[in-house]
C-alpha cells in the first residue's frame, strides 16, 4: 500500500485522530465501504455485521507511524472514511481530538 502524506506539516507530525485501542473506533458506512472497495477487507474488518477500520498497536491500521521522523501518514488518505474526514486539519474535532491526546501524554 503506498502511504499519501497529508497536506500539512502540522498534521503529519500529529495522528492523534487515528490512535486508539477501540476495535470499533472508525465505523464504515455504505459510501465508506464503495470508497474503500478495492481494499475493504485489507483495511477493516467486520463485527457482528457492522464494519470499521482495524486498529494495530493502538492506532488505525493504515497510519503509518515514522517515530524516528516525527511523521504520521495515512496509507488510504484519498480514500479514507468520511468519520476521518471530520477530523481536518484545525475543524472542532481536531482540536478536541489533540487536546485530548496532550491530557493522556501528561
Known amino acids: 500500500m503506498a502511504v ?3 497536506r500539512s506539516s502540522q498534521c503529519t507530525s500529529c495522528g492523534a485522530c487515528c490512535f486508539t485501542a477501540n476495535p470499533e473506533y472508525i465505523q464504515l458506512w455504505s459510501v465508506d ?3 474503500l472497495s478495492g481494499q475493504l477487507t485489507e483495511v477493516a474488518h467486520e463485527i457482528n455485521g457492522r464494519w470499521f477500520l482495524k486498529m494495530t498497536a493502538g492506532h ?3 497510519l503509518t507511524v515514522d517515530r524516528a521522523r516525527g511523521l ?3 496509507s488510504i488518505y484519498e480514500q479514507r472514511p468520511d468519520a476521518c474526514r ?3 486539519e484545525d475543524s472542532a474535532a481536531c482540536e478536541l ?3 485530548e491526546a496532550l491530557l493522556r501524554r501528561r
Open 60 to 62: 488505525c491500521d493504515s
Open 86 to 88: 471530520a477530523f481536518a
Open 97 to 99: 481530538i489533540r487536546a
Open 33 to 35: 465501504r464503495e470508497r
Open 72 to 74: 504520521y501518514l495515512c
Open 4 to 6: 499519501a502524506a497529508r
